[in-house]
């Protein structure tokens, strides 16, 4: 199975601060890559689709790139809403699979 | 708007069985491909199972291989996780959440998630 890496597993910046969160695949994924938010007691909301969409709704100080085996989520001027766990998601073939989550904290 | 609400949680003992529901609404249930995800306290998300749009396909992950069974009643728009043999590794929130549709490809992300039900297996 394709693993997914995250990088870091947590991240402490402050308002305003540019935040990057690297995803790395074990093998190729194309395209095939989400970003999720998650809050504490709250479901996963998502991003970011196909590696570089945004979703309706969603902010666009969020922004995804990449593709192959290496992507990145940039939250380009952190809000205090922000504060969240994010997980990177490959949806290229079964089994869909996760990164182990990057935690980003108030500095 | 679209929403998914799980139910059928509980506390269980290892070795029981248990079933979750998620009833969707705001969308064409029999449409789109279904999804299970768990949470283990203080863990990250792992997939669990996938049913397609019609029922006819369905895929587990390895570590509930021969326990679990997804199902759906199109009629009821609403979806199922049947979980026997349960394990305390299977302690988790589980949430459903809503796939691609039938004019999309099967591999697709994961664009509604219900609020989650909680199962814990403890004896």
């Known amino acids: 199975d394709i693993q997914m890496t995250q990088s870091p597993s947590t991240l402490s910046a402050s308002v305003g601060d540019r935040v990057t969160i690297t995803c790395r695949a074990s093998q190729s994924v194309s395209s095939w890559l989400a970003w999720y938010q998650q809050k504490p007691g709250k479901a996963p909301k998502l991003l970011i689709y196909d590696a570089s969409s945004l979703q309706s709704g969603v902010p666009s100080r969020f922004s995804g790139s990449g593709s192959g085996t290496e992507f990145t989520l940039t939250i380009s001027s952190l809000q205090p809403d922000d504060f969240a766990t994010y997980y990177c998601?490959?949806?290229?073939?079964?089994?869909?699979?996760f990164g182990q989550g990057t935690k980003v904290e108030i500095k | 708007q679209e929403q998914l609400v799980e139910s059928g949680g509980g506390v269980v003992q290892p070795g029981r069985s248990l079933r979750l529901s998620c009833s969707a609404s705001?969308?064409?249930?029999?449409?789109?491909?279904m999804h299970w995800v768990r949470q283990a306290p203080g863990k990250g998300l792992e997939w669990v199972a996938v049913i397609s749009y019609d029922g006819n396909n369905k895929y587990y992950a390895e570590s509930v291989k021969g326990r679990f069974t997804i199902s759906r009643d199109n009629s009821k728009n609403t979806l199922y996780l049947r979980m026997n043999s349960l394990r305390t590794e299977d302690t988790a929130v589980y949430y459903c959440?809503?796939?691609?549709?039938?004019?999309?490809?099967?591999?697709?992300?994961?664009?509604?998630w219900g609020k989650g039900t909680t199962v814990t297996v403890s004896s």
């Open positions: 998601q490959r949806y290229n073939n079964y089994p869909w699979t």
């Open positions: 705001g969308f064409t249930f029999s449409s789109y491909v």
């Open positions: 959440a809503k796939g691609g549709s039938k004019e999309e490809h099967f591999y697709y992300y994961m664009d509604v």
